[in-house]
């Protein structure tokens, strides 16, 4: 959680660089909020040393860079382990992300992208060598995202 609290500049700050960190600069979201250039910049950096902004990544589309295939696992590791898992499971060739659940006897959800079916099995076996179970696959034709609406301040022109 925060040092301090999130407030409504900050949330303005975590919808812009949601919807697009590339091409906003801190002078724009400044413009939006009614704040100044180098107090944007000030909050960017205090939200990301306190670990609300985890980083910046490139939203990437798969099956047009060659990937078609994004296969959903869902696994069941012991309970006291399963947060210890992850980093090895995000090691694993195809791995791009996974979920700690908290309910449900599935309680990781992996996701892995590939060619073809022969680039995903790999995945689920390597998973059963470490000891979970894989109860189910799910094949997954598209996946989009958009910023959290709750950042959303309304302050944008």
């Known amino acids: 959680m925060a040092d301090e609290e999130i407030d409504d500049v900050d949330r303005a700050i975590l919808y812009a660089l949601q919807a ?4 906003t600069s801190s002078g724009d979201i400044a413009e939006r909020t009614g704040t100044s250039d180098s ?11 306190e670990g609300v902004i985890k980083g910046y990544s490139a939203s990437v589309d798969y099956q047009r860079s060659g990937y078609p295939l994004r296969m959903l696992l869902y696994c069941t590791a012991s309970i006291p382990e399963r947060g210890d898992l992850i980093p090895d499971i995000l090691d694993i060739d195809g791995v791009i992300s996974v979920q700690e659940l908290v ?8 996701t892995a992208v590939g060619e073809s079916d022969d680039d995903i099995t790999p995945v689920a076996q390597e998973l059963l060598d470490m000891g979970l179970t894989v109860a189910d696959e799910v094949l997954v034709r598209s996946h989009e995202t958009t910023p959290f609406g709750k950042f959303d301040t309304g302050d944008r022109p």
């Open 39 to 49: 107090t944007v910049r000030k909050r960017i950096q205090r939200l990301e040393s």
């Open 20 to 23: 697009d960190a590339r091409n």
């Open 103 to 110: 309910t449900g006897e599935q309680n990781l959800l992996v």
